[in-house]
């Protein structure tokens, strides 16, 4: 099982910034596939982005493309998640996940097995 830990998560205003991380550890697999997802008030939960092995295969959601950025750092086992010009519509708990045995890698929720607690993010107009 992976253990993920997101951090980066406050208040900015409209048009803001921010950017998440996340620390992975544990699992056996080094072939793991990293999403972040999103989940507001009675919404739905929300796929954002996805990355992949050391050369990093990147899905971004056509919602956020253009001002969400996901990478990686794997010497320091981390995830990132850029997040720019931020309106109140991103207004959510952000999620890191993780999987370990799948077929693609892409942010769909069913893909993931191991899932972090989450980070607030809220966006002010």
């Known amino acids: 099982q992976v253990q993920l830990a997101e951090s980066g998560g406050g208040t900015v205003q409209a048009g803001g910034s921010l950017r998440l991380a996340c620390g992975v550890s544990g699992g056996n697999s080094t072939r793991k596939c990293m999403g972040w997802f999103r989940q507001a008030p009675e919404k739905v939960r929300e796929g954002l982005a996805s990355?992949?092995?050391?050369?990093?295969?990147?899905v971004v959601a056509e919602a956020v493309r253009g001002r969400f950025t996901i990478s990686q750092d794997n010497a320091k086992n981390m995830v990132y998640l850029q997040m720019n010009v931020l309106t109140p519509e991103d207004t959510a708990m952000y999620y890191c996940?993780?999987?370990?045995?799948?077929?693609?890698?892409?942010?769909?929720?069913?893909?993931?097995?191991?899932w972090g607690q989450g980070t607030q993010v809220t966006v002010s107009s």
């Open positions: 996940a993780a999987a370990t045995s799948f077929m693609g890698c892409f942010p769909e929720a069913n893909t993931f097995t191991d």
């Open positions: 990355i992949y092995g050391a050369g990093g295969t990147i």
